[in-house]
């Protein structure tokens, strides 16, 4: 098929947060195929791409309007920061220095607290096919220690590839950990994710407690995610993986060439590609969601998965886990990109 047009952005008012104006961008490709945003928490609002028929359709889960949004309680789309994931006893310690989160999630701190990026309202600036979303989180804020300059760059292209990239400095020692928690479904957002088939280049995941927090153990993954297993399989199973999965793999290498991981939908043959810096990816299958989303949809458990790519969960507090402190004298630069085809 012949391209006809460039890339194109378009932007439309959606609201206001806290006074700030917040907007809705559209970015189209030269196929018709295009991704929505909004700078109210750098958010992912859809994803619309081609089915193994030509037919166009929406693969992630998202809302009408920003209203919703601000009711949203499940971060569907959004950015997550100051540091994604939970973090135990809602502390940790840097070159001797206790400081102390928001306990957002029992006695830890999850995606931020409660200042977490999600909420947020970002700066934007607009060229060709990229969108650059900006954030100063000041200094203890949620806690966190340092003033963090954070820009998150999306850019959409001909061959249905979304790039995300992550850039942030500190002017004091901290944590960062940030990612987009996009919820996938290739069948369209009105079915499960059940029929879905999840490969992951991981051979180990890390054991977790009851309240989702790493034991310091990491196991082999012998559930095959490696080789690829239907998603309905592992959910039906006479073992249910903490009956759903939310789980942190990681990965068997960081080449950002190599795609991470896959998620195909044999009935429209999409196929989505995740290639990312990380270390890992963290799977959830969206077993706790309960919410009304686009169009009046009904979101229910098991309605998408979520592919996480980020840093070790609370790896600040395990001795023999990457930590992820950034320092004034360091920068942050992490990518995930993700590649929609169809087989």
Known sequence: ????????????????????????????????NYV???????????????????????????????????????????????????????SFTIDGKDYYLDKNDGENSNHGGFAGYHQRVFDFELSDDTIRM????E????????????????????DNELYIGYEAETDKPTIANFTNHAYFNLSGTDN??????LSISAGSYLESDENYLPTG????DTDGFINGRLLGDILDSSRPIETGLNRYFTL??????????????PATGRELKVFTSYPGIMVYTAQYLDTEGRGGQAYKPFSAVCLECQHYPDGINHQYFPSAILRPDGQYNQFIKFRFNVR
């Open 192 to 197: 499960l994710v059940t029929n879905q088939r």
């Open 217 to 220: 153990k990491i196991f082999i």
């Open 36 to 90: 929505e945003l909004t700078n109210y928490g750098a958010t992912l609002v859809n994803v619309v791409v081609p089915d193994k028929n030509g037919d166009t359709g929406s693969v992630i889960l998202g809302y009408d309007d920003l209203q919703a949004y601000l009711n949203d309680t499940y971060y569907i789309g959004s950015t997550i920061g100051r540091f994604a994931n939970r973090i135990g006893n809602a």
């Open 134 to 137: 900006t954030l100063l989180d």
């Open 139 to 158: 200094d203890g804020t949620g806690g966190y220690p340092g003033t963090l300059k954070l820009k998150v760059t999306f850019t959409w292209n001909d």
């Open 252 to 265: 068997l290498d960081q080449n950002a060439e190599k795609a991470q991981a896959e998620l195909y939908d």
């Open 1 to 32: 098929m012949q391209a006809e047009t460039a890339i194109k952005i378009q932007v439309k008012p959606w609201g206001k947060h806290g006074g700030k104006d917040v907007y809705l961008f559209r970015i189209t490709n030269a196929y018709g």
